[in-house]
């Protein structure tokens, strides 16, 4: 009997050092976040069981537009959120008014260069129709590709900070087709051309490999649009924030991305 009670509580006091052990993985509570659909909430989803295996519920809201997740996360009812580059964020504070800060950079998404009616750009005639993005960092990045492939010339220097007005020279009168960035793969039989945001390119079924002319991925672009994890400005080094952060970084998530999205998407980790 002595024996007995001594393995018992040996076997006890094993169980409960594993508990005690292990409860520091267990109920750290909600990580909110808000994303769009593709690719962001996609990756998103292959974090969330490793997030739970540290003690964490990533509960992902999903957004269609490019105001209401920023809003959120500056009123705090969202932690962060994953669906917009850098400089949009950069120039959201500056005109919202917002509090925001880069917790981490994680992919970039290439612009591409579609074609609606036109099925080339040798085919663009005088007058053509091109639709690009209408908010302000977007179409200036769109303004930058359409130079890039020789459509159009902006004014020297303006760079991301390029709108319609900068257009130097347009010897082909195209007309600048200026659409919610949200919209523009919904419009694009109606205009000839259009450049398109990554994610909505991938949520319309659109290739990368299948765009007319695609945003270099080296260089400046990469870096002035890696998209990024927002938070409100003091949360960046909040626990939950980083184990999110961590596990976004992770080989499994870059495999993912690699494998799915076809260069659609590129890990910057």
């Known amino acids: 009997m002595k024996r007995r009670s001594i393995v018992l ?3 006890l006091c094993l169980l409960l050092c594993l ?7 267990k109920d750290k509570g909600t990580i909110k976040i808000g994303a769009t659909p593709a ?3 996609e990756i998103l989803e292959v974090v969330k069981d490793t997030l739970a295996q540290e003690g964490y519920t990533l509960e992902i809201v999903e957004y269609n537009d490019y105001i209401q997740p920023n809003n959120s996360v500056e009123d705090g009812s969202l932690d962060a959120n994953y669906f917009q580059h850098i400089t949009y964020m950069n120039d959201f504070n500056e005109t919202s008014g917002t509090h925001l800060v880069n917790a981490a950079g994680i992919h970039y998404e290439p612009f591409g260069l579609y074609a609606g009616k036109c099925g ?7 007058g053509a129709q091109i639709a690009v993005p209408n908010d302000a960092t977007n179409e200036a990045r769109a303004l930058l590709l359409l130079e890039q492939e020789g459509l159009i010339k902006l004014t020297e220097g303006v760079g991301l900070n390029a709108t319609a007005s900068d257009i130097a020279e347009n010897p082909h009168n195209y007309k600048l087709v200026e659409l919610e960035a ?11 051309v259009a450049v398109i945001n990554g994610n909505y390119a991938i949520d319309a079924g659109l290739k990368v490999s299948d765009a007319l002319a695609v945003e270099a991925a080296d260089g400046a672009a990469a870096e002035a649009y890696v998209n990024v994890i927002a938070v409100k400005e003091g949360n960046e080094n909040n ?4 184990a999110l952060i ?3 970084k992770s080989d499994e998530v870059r495999s993912f991305i690699e494998e799915t999205y076809e260069g659609a998407v590129v890990p910057l980790f």
């Open 39 to 41: 690719p962001h909430e």
């Open 182 to 192: 949200s919209q523009v793969p919904a419009r694009l039989q109606d205009v000839d």
């Open 239 to 242: 626990e939950g924030i980083q």
């Open 246 to 248: 961590k596990a976004l």
């Open 9 to 11: 509580a040996l076997a």
């Open 19 to 25: 508990t005690a052990c292990g409860g520091g993985n």
């Open 120 to 126: 080339s750009l040798a085919e663009l005639q005088d």
